[in-house]
């Protein structure tokens, strides 16, 4: 993973942007470069404190690396070309087709980097190349024939995109958002699927309106979703750096696990993690490990540990939001081992599933007008919640990761599926995803097992200990006025309360970044809770054994 700044006109010094940039430098640990994109040089490293300019009229664009493709040198960006500068952080699947065709047309290229294809295609097809990129992306692009800036982001957003304004209108973007916090007034993320180009963003992909419903044979359905998912996971095995997996035992990283055992010619490593006295999943990811034959470690934490990493978490992913710090918690640890104890570089995981097929809650959807819609909401906000969390866990370790649920072919044909066959009609969730796999591949105890939240399958006691170390932090009449504080996603308990404070001491004024709390549809009957787990429903049944 690695990690873009690009600032435009005089909105920052050198000195201002090196210092904000440095605060991801995690992401990208390998190398860096800042460029002045007025003389289009490198300002990082050749400067001494009294040569740095206080102003780049043109603006600045730096570059964190995480050498994944093309591990040599010219695979550094930024990206410079006829005047123009890129950088990217972004995998671009089947680029080498691509990158033919351009060679035809007679580009050189110095690297095996994938993202040095972006200015070419940009001089070719201008901003119409963004809808036809097979990747996971975000990169800002400066046009120095026109002077202009035009940057861009993923569909589904699973590349971390932020922007903001000066006072006189000079835009910044950042692949997170503390970068920007100390240069402008109010940071957003940047909208998925869109490219912002002359003051404005025009959205080139709607992956989540599909121009029909698909319908048919359960078979021939099940059928298209295993091709699909298949070669999601097969293309995102590409990398010239060394990969792992993070294993749950549940269903959706169970199966990205087990279709990449079978596309590998020697035991892939995969990873679990469980609070040390009432780990749900390891017994589930230890099954799943032997049947598919990974070389697999187990990761053990407790109460402390959690505790601790508490804060951490909170200023790493910058949301305040229940579902995502509880959930973010246990892959953060497992992420840091893999990191300290490995020279894994490359993580796939196995979000995305649950707001494309259906989670707990979703058996409470009234009509399958209702299960599209909900869908099609959780999809547009992924980039707020389960990817940002997947994102900054992995990277926030210096790790890179890929979401092959989130392999465009993939969702767009499942979010075209007819939600009449999408409902839970089977008495049992994500039925299609299930049905598409039967055989082998996968223990029927594991297939078939019912849905558990990563948060509450690392163990009951890992939720029920924050709940408890909040409780303490706030007495009742602390609570009522510590949440009042705030109007935009008031707390509405002491945790979400702790977990807002914590947010604002890093991230002040900056609540707006995250929508609402990721919560049930309280509009449906059985989904008015108050609480994100989905052990609060009804239907939670065999979930946590």
Known sequence: ?????TTTGGLTSVSGFEKAFSLTKYRGPDDTRIIDLEQMSAVTGRFSETDIPSTCRKGLMGFHRLSIMGLTPEGMQPFIRKGCAAVCNGELYGFEKMKKELESKGYAFRSGSDCELLLPLYFEYCTGMFAMLDAEFACVIYDGRTDEFIAARDPIGIRPLYYGYDGEGCIAFASEPKSL???CAKVMPFPPGCYWRGGKFTRYCEITEPAEYVSGELDDICGNIKTLLTEGVRKRLVADAKVGFLLSGGLDSSLVCAIAAKESDEPIKTFAIGMDTDAIDLKYAKKVAEHIGSDHCE????????????EDVIYLLGTYDITTIRASIGMYLVCK????QTDIRVILTGEISDELFGYKYTDFAPSADAFQEEARKRVKELHMYDVLRADRCISGNSLEGRVPFGDLDFARYVMSIDPEMKLNRYGKGKYLLRKAFEGDILPDEILWREKAAFSDAVGHSMVDDLKEYADEQYSDEEFE???GRYTHARPFTKESLLYRDIFEKYYPGQAEMITDFWMPNRAWEGCDVDDPSARVLSNYGDSGK
């Open 1 to 5: 993973m690695c990690t873009i700044m």
């Open 181 to 183: 916090l100390g240069i």
């Open 299 to 310: 990761v053990i934490i407790n109460r402390q540990d959690v505790l601790d990493a508490l």
């Open 337 to 340: 081992a893999i990191h300290e």
């Open 481 to 483: 006025k510590g949440r």
